[in-house]
């Protein structure tokens, strides 16, 4: 699921971004992006700044390390009365990863959005807000495996800090370009998630996230899109399919002799194409496009691999994800149940 971004249109490219959950995310639209990772004060290119925030234990910490290892010049908790005399003095040569928390000293969620605001507008800047997000008893999870201090718990508990951190950053939430859902994750699969998504080098776009998943397990948070494809034909009641996945050609082909399946994948491709050219103009980076199915095992992900293969055949730059494979790839001793820890 590398970082892509979409095809040209007459409206010009837009700014990156995406939303994912594992990744999945809520989108403030609008800007024009340069060439990543170089100055405007060097041409007509923009300064890059990924400003990376969300909850304490969600995986900010693990994030930021991720985007230093793809480049970027990382900055933690600075004062945020000094970010634009940062980002606005002389050249810094690569791009800007920007963490902020609320034990920044200065930090307010309205002090925030104004500095967002701010550095939005300025034409030299290319920022992207990263919000890593987490449901509150995954974090009372973590904080207990680390057996620290929340940083807005009075007492050892930190289920009210959280309560208490969630209430106060959800106007940050509802402005973030990027929001990950880190619920379920472990440190290394989040950091490739940073990685797909910001990887440097690559044009500006709109990136189709097309993952499939299980009803059982809950319908993944962010989607744009969402398609039920319990109604085709369940290899599961194949006993020599039941252990393989939609990845699999032998899954794929029982999938495919359904007689619903043909028109089903062309009505949906169909749609996908059609709407797509139009989320572009409106200056969106990412749409999240689900499949799922009763196990997220064999029919969501033929149909999220055929759906994939078409956009990409179409020139759209496609991440895919399937969530049940994953997580059942993550249970392998020594890999299940690491946690992000605190300040993560």
């Known amino acids: 699921m590398e970082r892509g971004r979409g095809a040209p249109c007459a409206a010009g490219a837009k700014r990156p971004f995406c939303r994912c959950t594992l990744a999945i995310s ?19 290119r923009a300064q890059r700044v990924v400003l990376v925030t969300g909850a304490s234990g969600a995986g900010r910490t693990t994030s930021i390390a991720a985007l230093e290892d793809q480049g970027y010049e990382v900055i933690d ?3 945020l009365s000094l970010v634009p005399r940062l980002l606005l003095g002389p050249p810094m040569g690569r ?29 030299a800047l290319d920022l992207e807000v990263l919000y890593l997000d987490c449901q509150s008893d995954e974090l009372v999870r973590r904080y207990g495996e680390t057996r620290r201090r929340h940083p807005l718990s009075p007492e050892t508990d930190p289920a009210q800090g959280i309560a208490m951190e969630l ?11 990027v929001l990950i859902d880190t619920t379920g994750m472990s440190p290394h699969e989040l950091k490739a ?8 080098g690559e044009a500006p776009g709109l990136l189709v996230s097309v993952s499939s998943f299980s009803y059982k397990r809950g319908i ?34 029982h999938v495919q002799a359904d007689a619903l399946y043909a028109e089903f994948l062309e009505l949906v491709t169909g749609l996908l194409l059609f709407v797509l050219p139009a989320h572009l103009r409106e200056g969106k980076s ?19 691999e055929a759906v994939a293969a078409a956009l990409t055949e179409a020139r759209w730059h496609v991440a895919t994800r399937h969530r049940e494979l994953e997580r059942r790839a993550a249970a392998v001793p020594g890999v299940a149940g690491i946690g992000l820890g605190q300040g993560t």
């Open 193 to 200: 998630e940073i990685a797909r998504w910001f990887a440097l």
């Open 220 to 253: 993944p948070r962010g989607l744009d899109m969402m398609f039920d494809c319990r109604f085709l034909a369940n290899p599961h009641w194949v006993p020599d399919l039941r252990a393989l996945d939609g990845r699999d050609a032998a899954v794929a082909a």
């Open 26 to 44: 809520q989108g403030r639209t609008g800007g024009v992006t340069q060439v990543p990772g170089t100055t405007g004060r060097q041409g007509d």
């Open 77 to 79: 908790n600075l004062p």
């Open 167 to 177: 209430d106060l950053l959800a106007p940050i939430r509802m402005r973030a370009d």
């Open 286 to 304: 990412h749409l999240a496009v689900g499949f799922g199915c009763t196990g997220g095992q064999h029919r969501s992900v033929a149909v999220a």
């Open 95 to 123: 791009p800007v990863a920007l963490g902020i928390d609320v034990r920044n000293r200065e930090f307010s969620a309205s002090r925030l959005i104004e500095l967002i605001d701010r550095l939005t507008r300025e034409p």
